[in-house]
């Protein structure tokens, strides 16, 4: 389109948010509100986004410059927990005060590094109209005018949004944009907004509902807003050093933002950190021929059969299951990995699944229900964040898990796949081997140093792990975790089958 259909399109939106003069002179928007997010890597069915927060939350932001302040409080149900915490941004600076972490919960007073406070402003900037119309008027912008009502504003080193306006008010119907979603690659995310109402002669809508991928995962009711001519510096002061982010970590923060802030309503900090590497430089061992790779947060078991590898779990994302992966060739040389088996669909246990297929001929083993979801996975364009399988697609397959499925081991044991059945998820698998008496988990039950306390556990699941292991018949003496579990000073990634029995109320 031309210029002047640019300008008119340009005109037309900030005329129906209250006009140039009122934009210009907004500084600082405050919003209160509740809602609720939904994870869509989460819940029993890929196709059933879980329900992870319901929250409420004031947000100071500057309508220009890189500043928020963000009271949040949250009822988070993964892990039942009540958040509580004060996040404030300010450039690369960040701080977070009392409890942001559903599996710790216990107050922080801490810095926070930059790619938190990016990731924080980036869902702010696609959240907020007014924010959005400012930067698109911006000296030099790069905005153009396409059919329909179209504006699209193109940003270095973020995806370009496109806000589609309504014919007849001129206001922001909604904002689309494809972010990278790990596993499943290119994801169409779509903002829409609703009953907008006149703050202080600027247009602010009430309602806000995010989709990703078609699926309703964020709902946000705005029950209060104002707006401020003037900001104050007290508001979005912060102190500390600025924690520079690695150039992954960055581009993670800007391209996946809502795939992080999935995580970041559920109470989940360390997403934030992005991880990169395990957390010994090699993996321990279970048991001969079966090793653990121990990461920040998720473990990978990675067991030898007579003349190849297979793994359990393959979980996070690309840039850590590359080191992952680095660390099981060491451990293994000569023999290539060909079998994966993935407990469950969730993200964060699979998010590295394309990683480990693009050394080719892999086969994928998960429950019968995820089959679909595996194969859309490793199929699905990866052109926001092309990754090593999208730059060179080779042979993997995908097979489903009815009921159990049984390897050799190279030392003449048995390493089985068994389903289960579990509130977690309808596709859960534990995985047993038989020489070690080990039985691999996740999410279900994470070992603990000491004896726990009876009945501590996570709802039902100790009991449903437990049970399993009962009825099945399985050998067991140690129960080996996707998570490690603490006492609060130390932990671990295995404990024995008793400590288990413990949590599940036996």
Not at 6 to 11: D, E, K, N, V, Y
């Amino acid at each position: 389109m031309t210029d002047t259909a640019l300008q008119s399109l340009l005109g037309k939106l900030t005329d129906a948010l209250g006009g140039r003069a009122a934009l210009e002179g907004a500084a600082v928007e405050r919003t209160i509100a509740t809602g609720w997010r939904r994870h869509p890597g989460w819940g029993t069915d890929p196709a059933k986004p879980e329900l992870v927060a319901e929250f409420s939350a004031t947000l100071d932001l500057d309508v220009v410059g890189p500043r928020y302040r963000w009271a949040h409080r949250a009822k988070t149900y993964l892990v039942p927990t009540d958040l509580d915490y004060v996040e404030v941004g300010a450039g690369g600076r960040g701080h977070v005060s009392g409890v942001d972490f559903m599996f710790d919960p216990r107050p922080v007073d801490l810095d926070i590094p930059s790619w938190r406070v990016a990731a924080r402003l980036r869902h702010f900037d696609l959240t907020s109209p007014l924010r959005l119309v400012r930067r698109m008027l911006a000296p030099g912008a790069d905005v153009t005018a396409g059919p329909g009502d179209v504006l699209t504003l193109r940003e270095f080193g973020r995806p370009p949004v496109r806000v589609t306006l309504d014919a007849a008010t001129g206001l922001p119907r909604h904002a689309d944009l494809t972010e990278e979603h790990s596993p499943l690659g290119d994801a169409a995310v779509r903002i829409t907004f609703d009953d907008f109402h006149d703050v202080s002669g600027v247009r602010v809508p009430f309602q806000v509902d995010i989709t990703v991928d078609g699926q309703h995962v964020h709902s946000e009711t705005r029950t209060e807003a104002s707006i401020s001519a003037s900001a104050s510096e007290e508001l979005f002061a912060v102190s500390g050093e600025i924690v520079e982010p690695t150039l992954e970590q960055a581009a993670y923060a800007l391209n996946s933002t809502e795939w992080v802030m999935n995580y970041v309503y559920s109470g989940v900090r360390f997403y934030f950190d992005l991880q990169t590497a395990p957390v010994t430089p090699e993996p321990v061992d279970l048991a001969p021929g079966v090793k653990l790779v121990i990461g920040p947060s998720h473990n990978t078991m990675v067991v030898e059969l007579p003349d190849r590898l297979l793994a359990v779990e393959s979980p996070l994302y690309d840039d850590y299951s590359r080191a992952a992966l680095a660390q099981v060739k060491r451990a293994f040389p000569g023999k290539p990995l060909r079998e994966l088996v993935c407990t469950h669909f969730h993200y964060d246990h699979v998010g590295g699944v394309r990683e480990f297929a693009a050394d080719g001929d892999l086969t994928v083993h998960v429950g019968t229900p995820a089959v679909e979801f595996f194969e859309r996975a490793l199929s699905a364009p990866h052109h926001v964040d092309p990754d090593r399988l999208a730059s060179g697609p080779v042979r993997t397959s995908v097979r489903g898990v009815a009921e159990s499925l049984s390897f050799e081991t190279a030392g003449g044991g048995t390493v089985t796949a068994y389903r289960i059945v579990s509130d977690h998820a309808d596709d859960m698998m534990i995985v047993h081997v038989s020489s070690g008496g080990l039985v691999f988990n996740s999410d279900l039950w994470n070992p603990t140093p000491g004896l726990p306390e009876s009945g501590d556990q996570r709802g039902r699941l100790a009991t449903q792990l437990y049970d399993a292991i009962q009825a099945l018949g399985l050998d067991v003496t140690t129960v080996v975790g996707g998570h490690r579990g603490s006492d609060g000073k130390t932990s671990a990634h295995a404990a024995p089958i008793e400590y288990l029995k413990r949590a599940a109320g036996y």
